[in-house]
C-alpha cells in the first residue's frame, strides 16, 4: 500500500527516524535560543504559554510556542523540509500552502492530556485539505503522553465541538468509542506523525520523567479557503506561506 493509499485509508501516517541526530542536534540549538528568548516574555500570549499542560506556569520554562517557524532559522528550515514536504505533496498535490507551526512541550511529571478533537473544527475550510505534520524531538511512549489517533474517523465528518453557542474545542457527548478504537502514536525521536484535518486525534497524559517535546505543521491546499474566523488565534493569525508550487486561486490576496 503507498503511503497516499494507506492515508486516505486511516488518515494518519507515521514514519520513522525521519530526521537524523544531527538534524535534531540543529533544531536543539535553535530550541535553546526560543526558550531563551520566551523566558523574556511577560506573561502567557499568543506567541508563547507556559501553563498550557498544567504545573501552573513555571516561566523558566515554556510549552507552548506559536508558529515557530516565523522565528526562521532551523525551523523554517524544517517547516520547509524536502522530506516532510515531499510526503505533503503526495497527499496534498503540488500546491502546498504552510499555514501554522506550533511547538508543543509536554512537561514531565503529569503534563496534561489533551481531550479528543479534530483540527478542522478549529478552522473551517471548505474542503478538508488539511493536514497536521508533527515532528518528534523526543521519543514519543504512552508513559510520556503520546499522541492517540483514530483510524477512519477522518471518514465520518466534522463531530460537534460546540457546547450551545461555545466553541470548546473538545468534542463533545460520549467519546468511549474513541479511546477503544485508539492507535496510539508510539515513535522513536526524529520520526513524524501526519495527520489529516478531520482525524481524531488527542493525547495522553505525561506520567513519566521525560519531557514530550514536538514541533507541528499544519499545510493546506491553498485553493481550499477559510470559511468563518478561527477559534485559535494562533492558528490562523497569519495567512501562511507557499512552500510549494503556487497560490491558483489568490487566496494569499484575497485573505489579506
Ligand atoms: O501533542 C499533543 O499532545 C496534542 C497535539 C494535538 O492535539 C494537536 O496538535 O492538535
Known amino acids: 500500500m503507498s503511503d497516499s493509499e494507506f492515508f486516505a485509508e486511516h488518515g494518519y501516517l ?7 541526530d544531527a538534524d535534531l542536534d540543529r533544531i536543539q540549538v535553535a530550541l535553546d535560543e526560543l526558550t531563551d528568548l520566551a523566558t523574556r516574555a511577560p506573561e502567557d500570549s499568543d506567541r508563547f504559554k507556559f501553563s498550557i499542560f498544567g504545573h501552573g506556569g513555571d516561566r523558566r520554562q515554556v510549552q507552548q510556542v506559536a508558529d515557530p517557524h516565523e ?17 505533503v505533496e503526495e497527499l496534498l498535490g503540488p500546491n502546498v500552502l504552510l499555514y501554522y507551526s506550533m511547538l508543543m512541550m509536554k512537561p514531565p511529571a ?13 478552522y473551517t475550510h471548505d474542503r478538508a485539505r488539511l493536514l ?5 524531538l523526543d521519543a514519543a511512549t504512552r508513559e510520556n503522553g503520546c499522541v492517540r489517533v483514530v483510524p477512519g474517523s477522518h471518514r465520518e ?5 460546540y457546547d450551545g453557542e461555545l466553541h470548546t474545542g473538545v468534542v463533545q457527548g460520549d467519546t468511549r468509542d474513541f479511546d477503544a478504537r485508539e492507535v496510539l502514536v508510539e515513535v522513536p525521536a526524529g520520526s513524524i506523525a501526519v495527520w489529516h484535518s478531520l ?18 505543521f499544519g499545510y493546506k491546499d491553498p485553493s481550499t479557503a477559510l470559511l468563518s474566523g478561527s477559534f485559535n488565534a494562533s492558528e490562523t493569525r497569519q495567512v501562511g506561506m507557499i512552500v510549494r508550487g503556487v497560490d ?9
Open 71 to 87: 522565528f526562521g532559522g532551523a525551523f523554517i528550515a524544517l517547516g520547509r523540509d524536502p522530506r516532510i514536504l515531499d510526503l
Open 157 to 161: 465528518g466534522l463531530r460537534n465541538h
Open 199 to 216: 482525524t481524531l486525534h488527542s493525547s495522553h497524559p505525561n506520567n513519566s520523567d521525560r519531557p514530550r517535546r514536538a514541533i507541528a
Open 14 to 20: 507515521i514514519k520513522e527516524r525521519l530526521f537524523s
Open 132 to 136: 497536521n505534520v508533527q515532528v518528534y
Open 248 to 256: 491558483p486561486r489568490g487566496q494569499l490576496l484575497s485573505a489579506l
Open 110 to 122: 503529569g503534563g496534561a492530556a489533551s481531550p479528543w478533537h479534530q483540527d478542522l473544527a478549529f
